[in-house]
Nanobody
């Protein structure tokens, strides 16, 4: 089992940057595929990025590719999302999630463990 807590959200102007962190507790953190999702008011929760067990493989939504970077530090039980060149449409609650799948996956149904979310607001 794993518990996830996100942090690092806040208010930023368009073009700015934020780094989100997801602290995990649990003895099997390195065995989880990790992902970031986001949900804006009135919209479905959507995939942002995912990363493999050891961090060697990453996949991004087209909307964030080239701007966001996912990484993980298994020694610290932490996954990160570096967000650069933020746009107003990036405004959402961002959720960290863990999957027990054996390879990277993008569907939210594959992720059984979720954090409480952290708010990111990008002003124009």
């Amino acid at each position: 089992q794993v518990q996830l807590v996100e942090s690092g959200g806040g208010l930023v102007q368009a073009g700015g940057s934020l780094r989100l962190s997801c602290a995990a507790s649990g003895r099997t953190f390195s065995s989880y595929i990790m992902g970031w999702f986001r949900q804006a008011p009135g919209k479905e929760r959507e995939f942002v990025a995912t990363i493999s067990w050891r961090g060697g493989r990453q996949l991004y939504a087209d909307s964030v590719k080239g701007r966001f970077t996912i990484s993980r530090d298994n020694a610290k039980n932490t996954v990160y999302l570096q967000m650069n060149n933020l746009k107003p449409e990036d405004t959402a609650v961002y959720y960290c999630a863990a999957s027990e799948a054996s390879s990277i996956v993008v569907g939210k149904g594959n992720y059984l463990h979720w954090g409480q979310g952290t708010q990111v607001t990008v002003s124009s």
